[in-house]
């Protein structure tokens, strides 16, 4: 009973850290530009692609190195796609009505979506993940860890300290959080608020690159669409954990994650993704600013 | 969003529904185009290609008018309008031709509740009573599943509906996809052909009609309010809430009932025609066409679905337009066709009020 339990605890773990990691992009760019980044979630199908490509260019051999440069490359480029995407279609509408952009976001979102089908070297098709972290199983006191769950794992914990590290401790951070509190101010305060805004999203995106490697790692199938549902239920912890709040998009990632491995075992998978807005619909009725967050008041 | 709270009195395609000619322009408004598609189509005039699209083109203003109450006239922001399309197409689909309660592939069909009701032939036309009544239903699934979505959503802020409503369209594709009694992937199929051009220009005709007398009726300021500034409207003694609700279920009930039509029009129904894909695109029309507007959403979708047509030789190409051509509305074109002051449209008349 104890290694099931065992078991449950290293995929919800594993699950969880995958939503965190995208939630963080999710709430950061939220908690700056109160946009809702659809387009998140693409960013993290083509940054499990790029990893896919390096791979596959480069001809590299399987193992911990060929992880870290597929990756960073990742990162990288999530973070310029990202940045690209607020470049040309966030910021000519940032004094328009907030709608206005999220609508844009959706359109981005799809574009992204439908734009790889559509280019030859991507496709429709499903394709399989390279095994970029060769197959070996571990056996810990009866609870078996692939190697690539171990990988992902470590990795995750690392770019979660990184992350809090640039926010809660660096000047990009401070600045982050100041003009998520107030805009107006933190421009008079002499920052430049398009730079914080690129950085924001950079992070964020950089987060949701790998992400989209460690994901196609675990569950090797990928296809321009696979971001969807991660993305939604990435968006669902943001939600939980308070939208605003990056360590509450950490551990509202955790938390969704640990339901959903915990039904997995007795419901089928469709009840599974029902379940996961089955939270937000209580916690938007029980507690709309979600664990961390804090309410906005709304002027007259 | 424009400012004016007032509700304007304006027509539709620039007929005018004012002063003594009022009943005369909404009866010809109806029956003009209810009995001229229908006896050309039934003289041989107007092949089944065109008459497809006709259909289509109906259904879809059907769709975007609908979806305009919601996203328009109360300013909320649903995007999973196909959502309610496919539980109005699946629920009157199975009231008709009954579900499969055995496994996958095994054809032990329960007949549909309304399968044995009779059915009318008039020059060519079926009117089905099974059909219609089939259609009511499934449209008032949709409206009370909007009901019970719209509770939890509208006490949060604005922002949270939008995912509520993209996860909800998510969810009942997926359900229907794993759902052996509908069919799963393969879906519903042997559909009686019960929509036809006459059922499709009433529904037009009732969703426009509705939308419009919504609008200017006190309910309808009440829901102009809410979406001009909510707090305010609260402080007036609106029950905003309640509103909210309202607006949501009739879009979602109009959705519902262009989901019937498409069904028994194209004659199967599977879980992939109401995809988020879908709902994008009739979130495209009502914003090209000009939000808030009734003449501008049913312009927006004409143009829409015209142009899908004209388009298909792009293959794959065409589906990555719809959401370059969103990006290039909001950012450069936010007013939309009828809203804008471009040179080839003709301004509205109801700035003299």
């Known amino acids: 009973m104890e290694t099931v339990i065992g078991q449950q605890l290293v995929n919800a773990l594993q699950l969880g850290s995958a939503y965190a990691l995208l939630a963080v992009g999710y709430t950061m760019v939220y908690g700056v530009l109160r946009l809702i980044n659809f387009a998140h979630a693409d960013i993290f199908m083509i940054g499990a692609y790029v990893g896919f490509f390096i ?117 990009v951070g401070k600045a982050m959080r100041a003009s998520s509190y107030d805009k107006e101010a933190t421009q008079l305060m002499g920052i430049n608020l398009n730079r914080i805004i690129t950085y924001t999203f950079a992070i964020g995106a ?39 709040s990056v360590p509450g998009a950490l551990i509202g990632g955790f938390i969704l994650g640990g339901v959903e491995t915990a039904t997995a075992a007795f419901l089928p998978s469709m009840y599974r993704d029902a379940l996961a807005f089955s939270i937000l619909a209580i916690v938007l009725i029980f507690k709309p600013t979600g664990l961390f967050g804090v309410g906005v008041l709304e002027k007259v | 969003m424009s400012t004016n709270v007032k509700p304007k009195r304006r027509g539709f395609l620039g007929i005018t529904f004012e002063g003594p000619s009022f009943w005369i322009s909404w009866a010809l408004f109806i029956l003009v185009p209810l009995l001229l598609v229908a006896v050309l189509y039934a003289r041989g ?59 996958a592939g095994v054809s032990l069909r329960i007949p549909g509740l309304f399968s044995n009701l009779p059915v009318f032939n008039i020059g060519g036309y079926d009117f089905s009573v099974g059909f219609i009544l089939a259609a009511l239903v499934g449209a008032l699934a949709a409206a009370m599943l909007a009901f019970i979505i719209g509770i939890p959503s509208f006490r949060a802020r604005g922002d949270y509906l939008c995912v509520v409503t993209l996860a909800l369209n998510m969810i009942i594709v997926n359900i229907f996809l794993n759902m052996d009694y509908v069919g799963g992937a393969r879906g519903l199929t042997g559909l009686p052909s019960f929509s036809n051009w006459i059922w499709v220009w009433l529904t037009v005709a009732a969703v426009i009609i509705v939308s419009r007398n919504l609008i200017t009726s006190s309910h309808g300021r009440a ?31 109009f959705a519902g009932l262009g989901g019937a039509l498409i069904g028994f029009h194209v004659q199967f129904i599977n879980p992939n025609m109401f995809n988020i894909f879908k709902s994008i695109d009739y979130m495209i029309m009502i914003y090209l066409g000009g939000i808030g507007s009734i003449t501008g959403t049913a312009l927006g979708a004409i143009l829409w679905t015209f142009l899908q047509e004209v388009l298909r030789p792009l293959g794959v190409w065409r589906l990555v337009m719809g959401p370059a051509l969103l990006i290039v509305i909001m950012i450069f074109w936010t007013k939309g066709l009828t809203q804008s002051e471009l040179p080839f449209i003709i301004k509205k008349k109801a700035k003299k009020e």
């Open chain 1, 55 to 171: 791979f596959n260019t480069f001809g590299l051999a399987s193992g911990v190195t060929a992880f870290i440069i597929c990756v960073l490359g990742a990162m990288i480029g999530a973070a310029i796609l990202a940045v690209v995407i607020e470049r040309v279609a966030y910021r000519p509408l940032r004094t328009a009505p907030r709608l206005s952009a999220m609508i844009t976001a959706i359109g981005v979102s799809l574009f992204l979506e439908h734009g790889s089908r559509a280019v030859p070297f991507i496709g429709p098709s499903f394709r399989r993940y390279p095994d970029i972290i060769a197959h070996t199983t571990y056996e810990i006191g009866g609870i078996y860890l692939t190697a690539a769950v171990t990988v992902v794992l470590i990795t995750s914990v690392i770019l979660m300290a990184i992350l809090s590290y640039i926010v809660s401790r660096t000047m």
């Open chain 2, 223 to 253: 829901i102009l309010a809410v979406r001009e500034n909510e707090v305010a409207a609260e402080i007036g003694g609106i029950n905003v809430l309640r509103y909210k609700l309202i607006a949501f279920a009739i879009g979602a009930f």
């Open chain 1, 206 to 244: 950089a987060e949701a690159g790998a992400a989209g490697v460690m994901w196609a790692l675990v569950y090797p199938m990928i296809d321009p669409y696979m971001g969807m549902m991660p993305g939604i239920k990435a968006f669902v912890a943001a939600v939980v954990g308070g939208i605003g």
């Open chain 2, 45 to 103: 005039d107007i092949n089944s290609y065109y008459y497809d699209v006709l259909m289509r083109i109906g259904i879809a203003v059907v769709m975007s008018v609908s979806l305009n109450i919601i996203n328009g006239h109360l300013g909320q922001f649903s995007i999973g309008h196909a959502g309610f399309m496919g539980i109005g197409a699946y629920v009157s689909g199975v009231l008709i031709v009954g579900g499969n309660p055995g496994r």
